[in-house]
């Protein structure tokens, strides 16, 4: 199993080995509606696999991700942590990543912010600006982050894999049959999380 590198609230990696079994042996088509972190889509064996999010700025980080080269993505991580001098200490480091994202809206970047943000989480304010804290003496870009991240580049450029950035219902499901499977895991509503908390600019 593949685990994303991203700690998506609601991930779904350490029950893959439940829901897995669940689904068919052969499917044509997966529709992941609401992929988040991917650890579903990612993990599923399928003709073609559909990752879907509308939070566009981590499908444009899954774009990114898709369609430049491994060691370009790793370098570019890896120039920044020592560009900006980002520790388990570095809050200033941070916090100016953090300005220059919400500037320029860079996708490797969120990737890099995730990586030192509180519980690598991923947060957006009403104004669509990255705001989670800093993840002081425990997040950094781990060799365990790393390994993860290098295993879901390799499946996320898969041509099998398509990426995209809508609201759920308009996906179109038009030529759907019956080997095909969509896959919908929404935002909970009897909780909240920082992506339905109302806060948040999204839908």
Same mark, same amino acid.
């Given at each position: 199993?593949?685990?994303?590198?991203?700690?998506?609230?609601?991930?779904?990696?350490?029950?893959?080995?439940?829901?897995?079994?669940?689904?068919?042996?052969?499917?044509?088509?997966?529709?992941?509606?609401?992929?988040?972190?991917?650890?579903?889509?990612?993990?599923?064996?399928?003709?073609?696999?559909?990752?879907?999010?509308?939070?566009?700025?981590?499908?444009?980080?899954?774009?990114?991700?898709?369609?430049?080269?491994?060691?370009?993505?790793?370098?570019?991580?890896?120039?920044?942590?020592?560009?900006?001098?980002?520790?388990?200490?570095?809050? #200033?480091?941070?916090?100016?990543?953090?300005?220059?994202?919400?500037?320029?809206?860079?996708?490797?970047?969120?990737?890099?912010?995730?990586?030192?943000?509180?519980?690598?989480?991923?947060?957006?304010?009403?104004?669509?600006?990255?705001?989670?804290?800093?993840?002081? #003496?425990?997040?950094?870009?781990?060799?365990?982050?790393?390994?993860?991240?290098?295993?879901?580049?390799?499946?996320?450029? #898969?041509?099998?894999?398509?990426?995209?950035?809508?609201?759920?219902?308009?996906?179109?499901?038009? #030529?759907?049959?019956?080997?095909?499977?969509?896959?919908?895991?929404?935002?909970?509503?009897?909780?909240?999380?920082?992506?339905?908390?109302?806060?948040?600019?999204?839908?």
């Amino acid at each position: 199993m593949i685990k994303s590198p991203l700690n998506y609230t609601g991930g779904k990696y350490k029950l893959l080995p439940q829901i897995l079994p669940l689904f068919p042996k052969n499917i044509r088509t997966f529709y992941d509606v609401f992929t988040g972190g991917g650890n579903v889509g990612i993990n599923i064996e399928a003709s073609k696999v559909i990752l879907n999010d509308n939070l566009t700025y981590l499908i444009d980080l899954y774009k990114f991700i898709k369609e430049h080269d491994k060691q370009e993505i790793i370098s570019y991580i890896e120039n920044r942590i020592l560009e900006l001098d980002l520790s388990l200490t570095n809050v #200033e480091g941070y916090l100016k990543l953090r300005e220059e994202y919400n500037l320029k809206k860079m996708p490797l970047d969120l990737f890099v912010l995730v990586a030192f943000s509180f519980n690598h989480q991923i947060r957006f304010n009403n104004k669509h600006q990255f705001n989670a804290p800093f993840g002081r #003496e425990r997040s950094s870009f781990n060799p365990v982050m790393k390994k993860n991240l290098l295993s879901f580049i390799d499946r996320l450029q #898969e041509e099998k894999l398509e990426l995209f950035n809508l609201s759920f219902e308009q996906l179109n499901y038009d #030529e759907l049959n019956g080997e095909d499977l969509v896959y919908c895991d929404p935002p909970y509503l009897i909780t909240t999380g920082t992506y339905n908390d109302g806060k948040r600019g999204f839908k």
